[in-house]
């Protein structure tokens, strides 16, 4: 059974222009041990992240693209389209001042 993941922003551009821990979960999507979950929205906000000009030595150091290096990144995710749950809130006299707040009956710790 492969072990599915959902990795952030941060760990997915780590892994792609340094080494270590991140580096190492994306070698074990490219060996198909595990299952990387994104959004198109995560992958927009990589594609966004890796043409920072802060990152431009690393990605010159890799003999790549940014765009290269995207590709390599998406090709690694499988996308996945998150449900949109409806918004509950308890109404209030204020309720009409505030934005909805997500509400849950029990504490998600």
């Not at 760990?11 to 580096?23: A, C, D, E, N, Q």
């Not at 998406?74 to 389209?81: D, E, G, P, Q």
Request: aromatic content about 14%; hydrophobic content about 40%; glycine content about 4%.
């Amino acid at each position: 059974m492969k072990l599915k993941v959902v990795i952030d922003i941060n760990v997915l551009i780590s892994g792609i222009i340094w080494r270590g821990i991140p580096f190492e979960l994306l070698r074990w999507a490219e060996k198909e041990y595990l299952i990387i979950y994104t959004s198109i929205e995560i992958l927009a906000e990589v594609n966004r992240v890796l043409n920072y000009s802060k990152f431009q030595k690393y990605i010159d150091r890799e003999k790549s693209t940014p765009g290269e290096l995207f590709e390599k990144i998406a090709s690694l995710c499988t996308i996945i389209h998150p449900k949109q749950e409806e918004k509950k809130y308890v109404p209030t006299k204020m309720t009409k001042y505030f934005y909805p707040v997500p509400w849950q009956q029990k504490p998600g710790f």
